[in-house]
């Protein structure tokens, strides 16, 4: 047995009260001389037996009712004859991804989720510490009506959340809590693709409810891109769509309509248009509405303008030559001096995309020409340890020989790709520097299939004068923005300033990156592909995600509600304390009443 309150059990020194109080009796009674009573005094030596049974039942009656009363007051725990449960840390885990958005049987899946987390967060006491995390990482605590009301207001989101990062989230308050109970609630739809991986949560007890839902099924557009995302003013759009039926279509940008029809589930599209107008344009592939209504919209942005002209020095190679005849081939890029390609060691101006030299013993010239140019990095020590590089687009190129990049003093660059750990590809004003030759033996990118697009790709959206970025990202990630972005276009207009690194915001769109009063790029927003997949897992398959001492995960209402505030192995003892110390009250009563009726018949 153990104590909540222990310091209580000092009301214990009450039970002393009735013992002293039956002693003084019994002084009194031997040492009070009182002729008036002496006849009295014969009848009770006559039954001083019986009455001293009945004092001493009395006393013991009342010294256990006091000592009920401090055992109940000192709140004590025990294994056996509990009533309702221990203090417990409980956080509830809401799964409010965008699948939760689905309309099932006439109301959202949310709808039912929401109820069973209103159902585990009524069912605390004063003395829990319950909190309320959702999919997106979202934290509220206080109150069991504090988390019931934002239960009751927490709505959909529009993407993925990330529901192994909100269980970690949900450990850790309960686990630092200082209560002996711990529980982890999680309500969710189950669906496989937010169940990918796995998640520990240690000693932690977690519950996990998912319901029985009808399988519906869902058409979304999972993917929808502009290419090239310069268009010269032509170009084509790329769109996806998901489903095992067919749905009608509608491509547009802006307000001119590019394209519409019907398309077949796994079907992809490509259409080609021409931008009515130049800058900056938003646009959009929108499916007819199904029940999940979040994913069938997926938007894109694009520059429309003329093509960037490009001068291609022979130091660069020959690879590098080849990519941009391919270029202009495709309109992408014109042959003109807007922009030069070339090994680092013979350029003579910005813009320019810049390579290593072919022969180690020109790096010098080549550092002595990047600071020239103001460019603040250099060619490092030769690298012959073939690894592979990181980053974006290069995942998968192999690099054999390279210098790693070295930044000098008040250097403000992207890196966009690193190999062994050292930075490979970095960008800046002006400039995109490659730390390796572009031929086979130093690295295989120029063979690569993805070359050309790349290059494609940089001229276009960091070296030409109107360089066009685009930034793709889900909504409620935390992105980098482009150098010299301080400002962040929405949707309808309105403005906000933006720093380094921002968290996206949460409604999809075209939000164009802003420096002072110019648009220099585009945040796309769009719902994760994967979150248009409504399949879902069994409880054993969701149970065997989460590793933990004590994990339980049913579909059943009834075996969940039996599951909650279940985390400790004791039970409180202060009801049934107090039910006995009100019996022994009523006895000594009954044995009170007893003697004065006898003592009257």
Known sequence: MSFLQPLLLLLGVGAAVPLVLHLLRRRIHSEVDFPAVAYLARAERENVRQLKMRNLLLMVLRVLAVLMLALAAARPLGAFFGAGHVPTAMAIVLDNSLSTSAIVSGEPVLATLRSAARQAASAATGSDRIWLVTADGQVVGGSREQVLDAIDRADALTGRGDLATAITRATGLVAGAGLGAQQVVVVTDGQASAWDGTVAVGAVAVSVLAPVLPVISNRAIVQADARPARWTPRGSVVARSAGSDSATYRIALGTQRLASGTARGGEDLTVHGTSAEPGWRAGVVELEADELRGDDARHFAVWAGAAPRVLPDPSAGAFLRTAVEALVQSQRVTMGGDVVIASADV???????????????????????????????????????????????????????????????????????????????????????????????????????????????????????????????????????????????????????????????????????????????????????????????????????????????????????????????????????????????????????????????
């Open 347 to 601: 350029a003579t101006r910005l813009p320019a995309l810049l390579v290593a030299p072919s022969d180690p013993t020109r790096i010098g010239t080549a550092n002595r020409t990047l600071e020239r140019l103001g460019v603040p990095w250099r060619f490092g020590g030769v690298r012959r340890d073939e690894t592979g590089a990181r980053g974006g687009r290069f995942d998968g190129v192999r690099v054999l020989a390279r210098y790693p990049l070295v930044a000098q003093a008040g250097a403000v660059a992207d890196t966009l790709a690193s190999a062994g750990g050292d930075a490979w590809v970095v960008a800046g004003p002006g400039y995109v520097l490659i730390g390796s030759a572009l031929d086979p033996a130093a690295t295989n990118l120029p063979v690569s299939a993805g070359f050309v697009p790349w290059l494609g790709d940089v001229v276009a959206q960091r070296l030409a004068g109107d360089a066009t970025t685009v930034v793709a990202a889900a909504p409620g990630a935390t992105v980098r923005l482009p150098l010299g972005t301080d400002g962040i276009e929405a949707p309808d207009g309105q403005v906000t300033r933006a720093a380094a690194s921002v968290r996206v915001p949460a409604r999809p769109g075209v939000y164009f990156l802003r420096a002072g009063a110019e648009r220099i790029g585009a945040l796309v927003v769009n719902p994760e592909p994967q979150e248009s997949d409504l399949r879902r897992l069994e409880p054993a398959l969701l149970k065997e995600r989460i590793r933990g001492a004590s994990v339980a995960a049913t579909a059943d209402p009834a075996a969940f509600k039996a599951s909650l505030f279940s985390s400790g192995s004791k039970r409180p003892l202060q009801l049934p304390l107090l039910l006995l110390a009100l019996a022994l009250l009523a006895a000594e009563a009954w044995v009170v009443r007893r003697t004065e009726r006898e003592a009257t018949g």
